[in-house]
């Protein structure tokens, strides 16, 4: 499952997804979990109710099953939850690593309800040839 994390330094979870510098992706499993990818974005951050500064962020998480953010306004949020991501807003900044530990001790267990529709979505994901062409 790809886990996405909207950071300022790499390391944490400390930033609004708006604002985020950066976007981390990792693939975490019961087994463990590597890092896939990391979107860096230009100076144009500020909130300023500049919608068009989402679309390469969404495009960055568009195969991600949760996106941990310190914030999130309505419309970024309302934009995700479409994309069938599932944000998750952390109290204060968090390092990625212990999230990543956390969710794998997790996934070994029981997951509660809304992670395992997390995964039942990224499987979903895994398994959409719609996109693929057949030629005859």
């Known amino acids: ?3 996405a994390f909207a950071t300022q330094d790499k390391e944490r979870v400390d930033a609004h997804f708006g ?3 950066s976007i981390v992706v990792y693939e975490v499993s019961p087994e463990g979990h590597h890092f896939i990818e990391s979107f860096d974005f230009g100076d144009k951050l500020e909130e300023d109710g500049d919608e068009d500064k989402l679309a390469p962020k969404l495009d960055a998480i568009k195969d991600v ?7 999130i306004g309505g419309s970024g949020a309302a934009r995700v939850v479409a994309m069938k991501i599932h944000p998750i807003k952390v109290p ?4 990625i690593a212990e ?5 794998q001790v997790v996934l070994k267990g029981t997951p509660p ?3 395992r529709k997390a995964l039942a979505k990224d499987n979903e994901r895994s398994f959409d040839f719609e996109d693929d062409e057949v030629t005859p």
Request: aromatic share 12%; charged share 20%.
């Open 65 to 71: 099953a949760i996106l941990y953010v310190a914030a």
């Open 92 to 95: 204060q900044p968090e390092s």
């Open 1 to 3: 499952m790809k886990i």
């Open 19 to 21: 604002w985020a510098k």
């Open 113 to 115: 309800p809304w992670l």
């Open 99 to 103: 999230i990543l530990e956390k969710l």
